[in-house]
């Protein structure tokens, strides 16, 4: 198959590298030559990842959007959620209807890109995909190197517009065996596991992560934290059932509790691979991805949605005053949450509806405005 990965992070250089090993055409793209380096002129990555090994050649690795999109069937992007619309924005003239776009993971991202598609009168593509959560736990150790501890084991995907789930995701199982359908791109934004773990872990252990280099997985993760990831994961899990979304919800709990690591996002003894790796030993700040995507658009979506189906948030809500006050500006009703992406005059049932017809929705001519 052949495909665009967009974005040279750490995500991104696992993707391409697992990709090309498995045998498809991948391209690399980035906007800084600086995070290409020396891919630029040869573009191979070394992966080491559970389940593969070895030097991945990929087509080619660039900061020409055009060139890494042109005849590719899908394009993944490895991004931060606070990245997708600014990508939007890049693809719109490049972007054809018979083309998928995979985001990893999303916050609903599908739908955010999609209407700044629209609104910059670009060519929306045959659908939108997104991941609850990422396919690999993943750091970059050298300039071409990329190391991957954890693969998902179960990678829930839901596709804007949902009608169209039936041709989209046999084609992403191609690349990710351990994709599992979602009925629509909210009910899989309602599995993401970051917005539920990383704002606790930061916050609690913010005076540790001042002092410098610092790993919250491994010494960061105290009973306190846990009694607040429990928290906030409880009001997720009661949001989806509130939408009408049946498991499973994908508890946090499965992540710490061996006996039903099975039925999480990352399998048997993830937390103990990802902690022996001593690969998330790092300098933190609030302007970490922790902070700046899980807390300022997960959260605010999580609280969103709570609110729209009746469900209180004290923990959730507690964190986006304490993140706001943090970081000087507020954050509740802002990011993703559903009244910013212009679906907070809509009912629960509109809004599914929506989620399911996409951009043939009456609802479409309205949010684009």
């Not at 959620?81 to 609903?108: C, F, I, K, M, W």
């Not at 658009?297 to 009746?310: D, I, M, N, P, V």
Request: hydrophobic share 45%; proline share 6%.
């Amino acid at each position: 198959m052949k495909l665009a990965v967009l974005g040279a992070g750490h995500g991104g250089f696992a993707t391409a590298a697992d990709l090309a090993l498995a045998g498809h055409h991948v391209r690399l793209w980035s906007r800084s030559p600086d995070a290409l380096g020396p891919l630029v002129e040869r573009a191979t990555i070394t992966l080491e990842a559970e389940g593969r090994h070895g030097t991945a050649r990929l087509e080619r690795a660039t900061t020409d959007l055009a060139e890494a999109v042109e005849g590719a069937e899908i394009l993944i992007a490895p991004l931060p959620a606070t990245s997708h619309e600014d990508l939007a924005r890049r693809l719109a003239p490049y972007l054809n209807d018979r083309q998928l776009v995979l985001l990893t993971p999303g916050t609903l991202g599908s739908y955010a890109m999609a209407r700044t598609i629209a609104r910059a009168d670009g060519t929306l593509p045959l659908a939108f995909a997104e991941t609850g959560t990422l396919p690999y736990l993943a750091r970059k150790t050298a300039p071409t190197v990329v190391k991957a501890p954890v693969r998902a084991a179960n990678l829930p995907v839901g596709v804007f517009p949902a009608s169209r789930s039936a041709g989209v995701l046999p084609r992403l199982a191609e690349l990710f065996a351990a994709v599992r359908p979602c009925v629509d791109a909210l009910d899989v934004a309602l599995t993401n596991a970051g917005p539920v773990i990383h704002p606790p872990l930061v916050l609690l252990n913010a005076g540790p992560i001042d002092a410098g280099r610092y790993d919250v997985h491994a010494a960061g993760t105290t009973p306190s934290v846990r009694r607040l990831i429990d928290a906030v994961d409880a009001e997720r899990v009661a949001t989806r059932r509130g939408w009408g979304y049946a498991p499973p919800h994908y508890e946090l709990a499965t992540y710490y509790d061996e006996t039903r690591a099975a039925e999480g996002l990352y399998g048997a003894k993830a937390k103990t691979k990802l902690v022996a790796s001593g690969l998330w030993s790092e300098i933190l700040t609030f302007e970490h991805r922790y902070v700046t995507e899980d807390a300022a658009l997960g959260l605010s979506l999580f609280e969103s949605a709570a609110r729209a189906a009746g469900v209180v948030t004290p923990a959730t809500t507690g964190l986006l005053l304490v993140f706001g006050a943090l970081l000087g500006r507020e954050l509740s009703g802002g990011g993703r949450a559903l009244e910013r992406l212009g679906l907070g005059d809509f009912s629960r049932r509109e809004i599914r509806e929506f989620f399911r017809d996409g951009w043939a929705s009456p609802v479409w001519r309205k949010v684009i405005q």
